[in-house]
């Protein structure tokens, strides 16, 4: 059955390349970001994979935006089946270096930027009592690291809206489903043009992967049945070892997080930056460290097929009975 996807921050990055997993199935896309020249490139690379792709330059922090442009791709491609929100920008610096402003919007557009779009889907898949939401989340949503506190506070509080819309989605005994993609390091071209007030290029926490092992993993969410799926051993690690000893983690990263997150190469505060404006040129889905990142996650196989692995290992572990005991 052909789709109907909606995508927030389409045209870059892991929404970039959700798009191109989508586009192989020939889906039709709905696809939102502010940047004009890349939704383009988005587009025509839709196109080119045989899917059809509707091209909406919305800002997710206006809820009138996302609004209208829900409206657009239900009127043009048909019933939103999947509405996938992933749309974020943050700002790289110690929290007493951040401005009202700053703060304000990362916030407006990381956080309420995905209440606005669930709040969109919701208001059209309830009609039919069918249709998956996926909030794209991260390892930060449960460990805190230090120079990005608009970005952990709207990734942890997205945790916290996904949980309440859940419950009441059970209260209503609706068809409807909500997941939570958790990830780790990506490779994505945020680090080149975020807001930055750190002295050296931010980076990605090692271990990194590449865009396209997220786009594989939210892709299989949206036809799944799971709570939360995280991509990678660095995310399950760090989830878990925040239950356990956070104090540790505090003390460990307070030591190194400054210097993890920044290359040894010196970046000017008034680089361009997409916080208030998007920059432009068409950046792809992948960023500048692919010398680096990882095109493929065991740990993310393992959690997509942990029903057949236990099953396998149920089978194994009564035969070794039935061995045992003849």
Not at 64 to 74: F, L, P
Not at 82 to 90: D, E, G, K, R, V
Not at 98 to 108: L, V
Not at 208 to 217: F, S, T
């Amino acid at each position: 059955m052909q789709e109907t996807v909606v995508v927030t921050g389409a045209s870059a990055g892991v929404g970039r390349a959700v798009v191109h997993e989508f586009a192989k199935r020939k889906a039709r896309i709905g696809l939102l970001a502010r940047g004009v020249e890349r939704l383009e490139a988005a587009k025509r690379e839709v196109e080119q994979a045989g899917g059809k792709a509707l091209a909406i330059p919305t800002d997710v922090a206006d809820p009138d935006r996302v609004e209208k442009a829900a409206t657009q791709v239900e009127r043009e491609l048909g019933p939103i089946d999947i509405w996938i929100n992933n749309a974020m920008t943050t700002v790289f610096a110690p929290f007493t270096e951040i401005t009202p402003e700053e703060y304000k919007r990362a916030t407006e557009v990381t956080y309420l930027g995905f209440v606005w779009g669930t709040m969109a889907a919701l208001r059209r898949m309830r009609t039919r009592d069918r249709g998956t939401i996926v909030q794209v989340g991260s390892a930060l949503a449960y460990r805190s690291i230090p120079l990005q506190s608009p970005y952990c506070g709207a990734k942890h509080a997205i945790v916290g809206f996904t949980d309440t819309i859940r419950s009441e989605l059970v209260h209503d005994k609706s068809n409807i489903r909500i997941t939570v993609v958790h990830l780790p390091a990506m490779n994505t071209p945020q680090f080149s043009w975020c807001k930055s007030k750190l002295p050296n290029h931010p980076q990605p926490v090692p271990p990194i992967y590449e865009p396209e092992v997220a786009a594989r993993a939210i892709y299989w969410a949206a036809h799944h049945h799971r709570r939360e799926l995280y991509v990678g051993l660095p995310t399950a690690k760090a989830i878990y070892a925040e239950k356990f000893d956070p104090g540790y983690a505090d003390r460990y990263l307070g030591e190194t997080g400054y210097e993890a997150q920044q290359t040894d190469q010196p970046v000017s505060w008034n680089r361009p930056n997409n916080l208030f404006e998007p920059v432009e040129g068409d950046w792809g889905a992948r960023g500048i460290f692919s010398d680096r990142a990882s095109d493929a996650s065991e740990e993310t196989w393992l959690q997509e097929h942990r029903g057949a692995i236990g099953a396998a290992a149920g089978l194994a572990a009564l035969g070794l009975f039935l061995l045992a005991k003849r």
